[in-house]
């Protein structure tokens, strides 16, 4: 069964402060994997797409790494900002297929 | 990139009552979607919107109640039909531009959320 799990599910820093959200997945064949931010009453925005034969991807102070043979994805969000607060989403890709698997997300929020 | 409008973007309504969705992409796409975010989860794809022909809709999801329309490459509306509460939700309009395949980048409007009463 294809699925998307993340980790954890919420989570709360202080401003400034390093953050690293989880994503495992079981999609099968695998096409690429996708981190989107959504604020709370907006549409997602995507932040990172990699593929198989990525490692790891950089967006500003978002990083994201991808092991395939695990299948598992990390997002790490690097000096944090208020205006980081959301949810954060893992959404994978199988091949040939134009459905998208969607995660339940992580909530971050960033204190002052 | 695609730059995708949704009206409304919020709605309250009364139970029994249905309610028009309309998604404005600014270019040209080969695929555009309708999502539900029901609060507190993830996006679950009700059906494809497909240009000059029926919507192919997901499990759970028929066209009696969530009618789509698809008139050409740039336009799209959801139509969500007999509302109870519990299709109180985020409504989602999402796209693949021309050059996206299969597992391209896919673009998400800002949401219609409904509250139905």
């Known amino acids: 069964k294809n699925q998307v799990e993340q980790s954890p599910q919420s989570l709360i820093i202080l401003e400034g402060k390093n953050c690293t959200l989880q994503c495992n997945y079981t999609v099968s064949p695998f096409s690429n994997l996708r981190w989107y931010k959504q604020d709370t009453g907006r549409g997602p925005v995507s932040l990172t797409i990699?593929?198989?034969?990525?490692n790891t991807k950089s967006n500003g102070r978002y990083t994201a790494t991808l092991d395939a043979d695990t299948k598992q994805s990390s997002l790490h969000i690097t000096a944090s900002q208020l205006s980081d607060s959301a949810s954060y989403i893992c959404v994978v890709s199988a091949s040939g297929a134009n459905n998208l698997f969607f995660g339940t997300g992580t909530r971050l929020t960033v204190i002052p | 990139s695609a730059v995708i409008s949704q009206k409304p973007s919020r709605d309250i309504c009364q139970r029994g009552t249905s309610l028009t969705i309309q998604c404005q992409v600014d270019?040209?796409?080969?695929?555009m979607f309708w999502y539900r975010q029901q609060p507190g989860q993830s996006l679950t794809l009700i059906a494809t919107a497909n240009q000059g022909s029926e919507a192919t809709y997901e499990s759970g999801f028929v066209i009696d109640k969530f009618p789509i329309s698809r008139p050409n490459l740039t336009f799209s509306t959801l139509t969500v039909s007999n509302m109870s509460p519990e299709d109180s939700s985020i409504y989602l309009c999402?796209?693949?531009?021309?050059?996206?395949?299969?597992?391209?980048?896919?673009?998400f409007g800002p949401g219609t959320r409904l509250t139905v009463l």
């Open positions: 990699m593929t198989f034969s990525e």
């Open positions: 999402s796209v693949k531009p021309w050059t996206s395949g299969s597992g391209g980048e896919q673009f």
């Open positions: 270019s040209q796409v080969t695929m």
